[in-house]
């Protein structure tokens, strides 16, 4: 019983001294504003099948490519809002 005190307390020694050790002589890779907003960064994105929980597939497209996409599904979701209340159903 006592072993397992002294591991859990090395493990948990060791999980605190991690950090410290680290070698910090390579300098971490800038991330400037610029790459994140990268209109020609590939995404990678995974899509349910409707229907079923289990099938989905995976897509990769460009951040530009996706946005455009977002917009065309707000488009006409606000589309066929304005439609329904057009005519009164509701």
């Avoid at 307390?9 to 605190?16: E, K």
């Avoid at 790459?35 to 989905?56: F, H, Q, W, Y």
């Avoid at 455009?68 to 304005?82: F, I």
Wanted: overall charge positive.
């Amino acid at each position: 019983m006592a072993f397992k005190y002294l591991v859990a307390a090395g493990l948990a020694l060791g999980a605190l001294t991690a950090p410290v050790l680290a070698d910090s002589t390579t300098p971490a890779a800038p991330t400037t504003k610029a790459d994140a907003s990268d209109p020609n960064k590939v995404m990678c994105r995974r899509i349910e099948t409707i229907g079923t929980r289990l099938d989905t597939k995976r897509v990769c497209r460009t951040r530009a490519e996706w946005e455009a996409e977002h917009a065309s599904n707000r488009q006409d979701l606000d589309r066929a809002q304005n439609m329904r209340g057009a005519r009164g159903g509701g």
